[in-house]
């Protein structure tokens, strides 16, 4: 679930340890700061949190992978759009990315169409 390298985002589930100091002094508090952040990494994890992601998982950190049956993303939309289907989650079905349930865009859709029916109905019942 790698960004884009142009994406300036801090990653929520993985966990990789800073330098460790050269003064020995300072060693304490660096592993109380590694073992926090691994904490909240294995946090993210457990609760499945999904970072975006804005790159085909089967071209991810640049070289060329299959996704595992199974894998769940959550597509931007944009740079990765699956299908054309948009912004959601998807899982892999061995072949194809699959939309879980319906895609942000799609329910939005959805939701405006409605606004628009309810809309129409008040201006008419507003009318003698």
């Given at each position: 679930?790698?960004?884009?390298?142009?994406?300036?985002?801090?990653?929520?589930?993985?966990?990789t340890?800073?330098?460790?100091?050269?003064?020995?002094?300072?060693?304490?508090?660096?592993?109380?700061?590694?073992?926090?952040?691994?904490?909240?990494?294995?946090?993210?994890v457990?609760i499945?949190?999904l970072?975006?992601?804005?790159?085909?998982?089967?071209?991810?950190?640049?070289?060329?992978?299959?996704?595992?049956?199974?894998?769940?993303?959550?597509?931007?939309?944009?740079?990765?759009?699956?299908?054309?289907?948009?912004?959601?989650?998807?899982?892999?079905?061995?072949?194809?990315?699959?939309?879980?349930?319906?895609?942000?865009?799609?329910?939005?859709?959805?939701?405006?169409?409605?606004?628009?029916?309810?809309?129409?109905?008040?201006?008419?019942?507003?009318?003698?």
């Open positions: 679930m790698a960004n884009h390298p142009s994406k300036n985002i801090k990653s929520l589930n993985r966990w340890a800073t330098p460790a100091p050269v003064n020995l002094d300072e060693v304490p508090n660096w592993i109380y700061r590694e073992l926090n952040r691994l904490s909240d990494a294995m946090f993210n457990d499945m949190r970072e975006q992601t804005n790159v085909d998982p089967g071209t991810e950190r640049g070289r060329k992978q299959k996704p595992r049956d199974g894998d769940i993303r959550y597509a931007d939309g944009t740079n990765w759009n699956p299908n054309g289907q948009g912004q959601g989650i998807y899982w892999f079905d061995g072949t194809d990315w699959q939309p879980f349930g319906v895609s942000v865009s799609t329910r939005l859709d959805e939701i405006t169409q409605r606004l628009d029916s309810i809309e129409t109905t008040l201006i008419a019942l507003q009318q003698p």
